[in-house]
């Protein structure tokens, strides 16, 4: 079973869609971040947890920054920190959720939506930069 891929997204060519779609990755990875920083408070293995997803989106938000620069200077190499840091990062997150649904209080429902909101997302907005990276040449082994 091949990974999806896209030729158009959100009615426009793939390009701008993964322009798009880069910006929404930037603005959304850093506010999640920034959002569950109670679950930092906890002890035990849901701070070592916190900490791990934190640093994951922090260096998935840079390599966000190589897809940009690929959109101006259209290099496949520029994408695949992208493409590794997005699954580490869906990974990451489900573990996150996991640890976050084993510790939730009362306040922790927004919480819990945003991380599911954030693992959907990843997991589009990972399937676009894909295709913007097969659309550059790129091989199906990453």
Do not use: Q
Request: hydrophobic fraction near 60%; proline fraction near 2%; include cysteine.
């Amino acid at each position: 079973m091949a990974i999806p891929t896209v030729k158009k997204c959100f009615c426009l060519e793939l390009k701008w869609g993964a322009l798009i779609a880069a910006l929404v990755d930037l603005i959304f990875a850093g506010s999640i971040v920034g959002y569950t920083d109670g679950f930092r408070d906890s002890d035990g293995g849901m701070n070592f947890v916190w900490y791990a997803v934190a640093l994951v989106h922090i260096v998935h938000i840079i390599f966000i920054i190589l897809v940009f620069v690929s959109l101006c200077v259209p290099n496949k190499k520029l994408v695949i920190p992208y493409l590794i840091t997005g699954i580490i990062r869906i990974i990451l997150d489900i573990i996150f959720f996991i640890f976050a649904c084993i510790k939730m209080g009362d306040d922790d429902i927004v919480a819990l939506v945003l991380i599911i909101i954030d693992i959907v997302l990843a997991v589009i907005l990972w399937i676009v930069i894909y295709s913007w990276y097969k659309k550059l040449g790129g091989s199906a082994d990453i």
